[in-house]
């Protein structure tokens, strides 16, 4: 291969090692410019990286939809779930809880559990409208409104948005 097309293949895989991670989730998110910030303090560094423990309290649909920064990765309902309608993004959610996501009629339709940043979400079909419940030990809150979407952090923001109270919490 003559010496010129090295470089340029050279550079194009460095350009490509370089860009990616802007281009899609990994590394490259910015959750001022995709509206993911729900009343949030500024994320980590770790919070930044793709993966389950990322942006505990934002809207996750805002970029895990169609069409969205994370659309390979997209979710029909995600939230996280804190110890307090206040808590902070970075340090308040709460692992191990319950999420049931309810139909109209209050059947179960999905059952999620938080991981270790208090994060819940699902690839699978959710029909909608829907109501959550949140459980964990004798405590449980249940939505007493219907909802047209499952992007949580949406109305579940510091301060709540929409008549939501605040954050979803035990």
């Known amino acids: 291969m003559p010496a010129n097309k090295r ?31 729900a009343g949030c303090e500024a994320a980590t560094s770790d919070q930044l990286a793709a993966g389950a423990t990322m942006l505990p ?11 969205g920064q994370a659309a390979e990765h997209a979710f029909t309902v ?5 110890s307090s309608a206040t808590g902070n993004c970075n340090s308040g959610g709460v692992a191990g809880a319950t999420v049931e996501i309810l139909k109209a009629d209050g059947s179960v339709q999905l059952t ?11 690839h699978d079909p ?4 829907l109501r959550a419940r949140v459980k964990m030990g004798t405590k ?4 007493s409104n ?10 579940h923001a510091k301060p709540g948005l929409s008549g939501a109270s605040g954050r979803i919490y035990l």
């Open 78 to 82: 995600a939230g996280t779930v804190f």
């Open 57 to 67: 309290g934002r809207a996750c649909l805002n970029c895990h939809k169609a069409g």
């Open 7 to 37: 470089m340029s293949y050279s550079i194009a895989l460095l350009l490509s090692a370089v860009l990616a991670p802007i281009a899609g989730c990994g590394g490259g998110i910015d959750p001022a410019s995709a509206n993911a910030v």
């Open 146 to 155: 219907q909802q047209s979407s499952g992007n949580c952090a949406q109305c």
């Open 112 to 122: 999620l559990t938080t991981n270790a940043v208090g994060n819940f979400y699902s």
């Open 126 to 129: 959710v029909m909608l409208p």
């Open 140 to 143: 449980v809150q249940e939505m």
